[in-house]
């Protein structure tokens, strides 16, 4: 199962989704003194150390657990190529979906708050994890092909 190279491809995936749960996506900044943190789960205020919700964001939380859930159930269903070929292209039309749902908070939803932002380390893991998605993706069409050129041989 772990020795196959696309199941690597799945596992690296993974870690780049939990990324995202405990590294913020990008800070915002107004006026040069207040400053905002963007989680998977909102906006934060960040005052006297401490970080104050002010914008919940459950639609991105959503997806990430089910980008994670779908990763999850991907590498155990090595037994099944063809499902795993779909939950990948899932996963990765989902995590284009958090790219754009975190474009639009920041573009749209809290443009009326942000006078710069800075993207974290944490915003690059969903493209990441969807290049991942596809190798592993490539990797699985691959061994299909082979099973099926074995099986015409029979």
Do not use: W
């Not at 690296?12 to 400053?35: C, H, R, S």
């Amino acid at each position: 199962m772990i020795q196959r190279m696309q199941s690597l491809y799945l596992l690296l995936a993974l870690v780049a989704i939990t990324i995202l749960f405990f590294f913020p996506i990008a800070e915002l900044l107004v006026d040069g003194k207040f400053m905002f943190l963007f989680r998977y789960r909102g906006l934060y205020e960040l005052k006297d150390g401490q970080e104050i919700l002010k914008i919940a964001s459950y639609p991105l939380g959503i997806l990430y657990s089910i980008n994670l859930l779908i990763g999850l159930i991907a590498i155990f269903k090595f037994k099944n190529r063809i499902l795993q070929m779909r939950l990948c292209l899932i996963n990765i039309l989902l995590l284009i979906g958090s790219l754009l749902l975190i474009y639009y908070f920041i573009a749209f939803a809290f443009s009326d708050l942000q006078d710069s932002v800075h993207y974290k380390f944490a915003a690059f893991m969903p493209i990441i994890a969807a290049i991942l998605s596809f190798l592993a993706y490539k990797g699985i069409q691959k061994d299909e092909k082979l099973v099926k050129s074995i099986d015409r041989i029979r």
